[in-house]
């Protein structure tokens, strides 16, 4: 009995110098992948972890004191670095070593994209880093929500032209422009300018007659509100000559464009990506 005894206790002190020995290893190898990101020695680090390929960067310090090291069920062995911030790894296939298999928080992203990407729902938490990859390297959603977005933006104007009935018979007749903002937030009139056309008859129905467009700058629109530019239409009854703006073929010209223009006045649900992905299928 004495002996299976002492028999025990040596495969279990085998077992505990087993474990040591792999949890040193499974540190060492977690302190060089921390070192070859900080390098960024890329061959490196997609030879430790293949998937990492897919990120544009990453972002991976390995504290030994603080990490905390887990063997699950199945036999992998997660790393948890920090809040949001973990690796899974596994042995190689020819149990030399390890690599990583998957990760979550540790691809990195520039802090525009990521903004950008968690306002629209490009972002999505939980899932692992090579599959967030896939949804923030997908760079048409910005593309095309940036060309949706300025394209509905000229859709918050709406310009109502009036030349009054009442100085019909003067020779210099107001030709009135109501430009209206159909939306609840302002616009900048610095973003902004209308063309307007004008044209110079040397007589009535003159067949060519000197066309032009002019600019004025945009006015500063209250949200559903409007604002108003006068134009003046000369006649001279004389000789039925005429100048001044034509009665149609004034727009408004966006000043602030793109990326800027939907920095500055884009309002996101949290949806957008879902629904792009929809679009798509």
């Keep these: 009995m004495k002996q299976v005894k002492q028999l025990l206790i040596v495969l279990f002190v085998g077992l505990l110098f087993v474990s040591c020995d792999k949890n040193k290893e499974i540190k060492q190898f977690a302190t060089d992948f921390a070192a070859a990101v900080q390098s960024g020695n890329k061959s490196e680090i997609t030879k430790m972890y293949p998937g990492a390929v897919a990120a544009d960067s990453l972002t991976f310090a390995f504290d030994v004191e603080k990490s905390q090291i887990e063997t699950q069920e199945n036999g992998n062995i997660k790393i948890v670095l920090g809040e949001g911030k973990d690796v899974t790894i596994v042995e190689n296939e020819n149990g030399e070593g390890f690599k990583v298999k998957e990760s979550h928080g540790v691809f990195a992203y520039s802090a525009d994209h990521l903004d950008f990407a ?8 939980g899932i692992t880093d090579e599959e967030l990859a896939k949804r923030m390297n997908d760079k048409d959603f910005e593309k095309s ?37 159909n939306s609840s937030s302002q616009i900048d009139g610095s973003d902004y300018e209308i063309s307007i056309p004008f044209c110079k008859e040397s007589y009535m129905f003159d067949p060519n007659p000197k066309r032009w467009n002019e600019t004025r700058e945009g006015k500063t629109i209250s949200p559903n509100g409007s604002v108003s530019y006068v134009e003046y239409i000369v006649i001279e009854r004389g000789d039925f000559s005429r100048s001044g703006p034509v009665f149609d073929g004034h727009a408004i010209v966006l000043k602030l464009k793109g990326k800027a223009l939907f920095n500055k006045y884009f309002s996101s649900t949290g949806n957008e990506y879902e629904e792009y992905l929809k679009a798509k299928h």
């Design 118 to 125: 968690k306002k629209t729902g490009q972002w999505k938490d």
């Design 145 to 181: 929500l940036i060309e949706k977005f300025e394209k509905d933006f000229s859709k918050r104007f709406s310009i109502v032209h009036k030349v009054p009935d009442s100085n019909f018979d003067a020779s210099e007749r107001q030709s009135i422009y109501i430009v209206k903002n």
